[in-house]
């Protein structure tokens, strides 16, 4: 168990609509990662947020958007969904470390079916 | 932004020694080498972390030469249950949140058979 929760575990939608990821870090990691992973595709960075800041974007879509909040958990919306947006969304988080960079920490993903 | 090539995929057998090879050429002086496993479904799995050298832990060993421009992640005597996507990660911070876009390349598929 990496201690980080990602609900739901499976979602199915319509084209058009919008969904909430949401995302709850290890217990005192303040930096949360989306990745986006299609089917036997690799991982896709997307956003990066630290202590509730936005820090690092990768090719995130204009129709998706993210938060971190005080509580330090994150949710990533879909909008507007195609069915190309199907895929596995993972959360990740780390720890702030003295040596600059600590490993990711992945939860089990949510696995999104637009029809 | 450090880049990294992998092999796609590599096959093994069971108990034999497996070696994962990963470049990043444009590896950063703050950046460390990690290392991660993947199975269908689910998220990616920490292995082995290393700056330079050597690093050994419970499961497998890291190699580091000395310019960094690449790294070696060593799997001993593989079973049927590392079967799996192993990805090598390049990437640092300066230990305020900063750590720039962790990229992951396309990962080594790797299959072992019995």
């Known amino acids: 168990d990496s201690g980080v929760t990602q609900t739901p575990k499976h979602l199915i939608t319509a084209t058009g609509q919008r969904v909430t990821l949401r995302c709850s870090p290890r217990s005192g990691d303040l930096s949360v990662y989306w990745y986006q992973q299609s089917l036997d595709q690799g991982l896709q960075f997307l956003i990066q947020y630290y202590n509730g800041e936005e820090r690092a974007k990768g090719n995130i879509l204009e129709r998706f958007s993210a938060q971190q909040f005080p509580d330090l958990h994150s949710e990533l919306n879909l909008s507007s969904l195609e069915l190309g947006d199907s895929a596995l969304y993972f959360c990740a988080s780390t720890a702030t470390s003295d040596r600059g960079h600590s490993p990711l920490h992945f939860g089990n993903g949510t696995r999104l079916t637009v029809t | 932004l450090a880049k990294t090539t992998q092999p796609i995929s590599m096959d093994s057998y069971e108990g034999q020694e497996v070696n994962i090879t990963c470049s990043h050429n444009?590896?950063?002086?703050?950046?460390?080498i990690t290392w991660y496993q993947q199975f269908p479904s689910q998220g990616p799995r920490f292995i082995i972390q290393?700056?330079?050298t050597k690093v050994t832990n419970e499961v497998a060993s890291l190699f580091i030469p000395a310019d960094r421009k690449s790294s070696t992640l060593s799997l001993p005597r593989v079973s049927l249950s590392d079967t799996a996507v192993y990805y090598c990660?390049?990437?640092?911070?300066?230990?305020?949140?900063?750590?720039?876009?962790?990229?992951f390349g396309q990962g080594t598929t790797l299959q072992v058979k019995p």
């Open positions: 444009n590896i950063a002086t703050n950046d460390y």
């Open positions: 290393g700056y330079k």
């Open positions: 990660l390049v990437g640092g911070g300066d230990g305020s949140g900063n750590t720039g876009k962790l990229i």
